[in-house]
Nanobody
């Protein structure tokens, strides 16, 4: 059974940084697409960044140049380094995954199958 567990959320001032982590377990596929999504109060969930197992990445325009998605295969962990944070980045952040994905089939806006429970990020002005 696939499990995704996020951590690293918190409250920081605008301009600060946070690094989110997503520990994955229970999967057997060697190819995958993993991503970060967020949902702010009163808004729809939106894709933020995604990464294929081949290392290719995809970002929403709103976070390009500020957020970096990465992975540590040895630790089965996905990261989201968030810099220059803005109050508009305040949201619940979710990690998600789909397995058995071919190269080129991973974009930040693609729907994924497995979800974590989220970690809350609050940015104060």
């Amino acid at each position: 059974q696939v499990q995704l567990v996020e951590s690293g959320g918190g409250s920081v001032q605008a301009g600060g940084s946070l690094r989110l982590s997503c520990a994955a377990s229970g999967y057997t596929y060697s190819t995958y697409c993993m991503g970060w999504f967020r949902q702010a109060p009163g808004k729809e969930r939106e894709g933020v960044a995604a990464m294929h197992s081949d290392g290719s990445t995809s970002y929403a325009d709103s976070v390009k140049g500020r957020f970096t998605i990465s992975q540590d295969n040895a630790k089965n962990t996905l990261y989201l380094q968030m810099n220059s944070l803005k109050p508009d980045d305040t949201a619940m952040y979710y990690c998600a995954a789909r397995y058995g994905v071919v190269p080129g089939g991973c974009r930040y806006y693609y729907a994924l199958d497995y979800w974590g429970k989220g970690t809350l990020v609050i940015i104060s002005s």
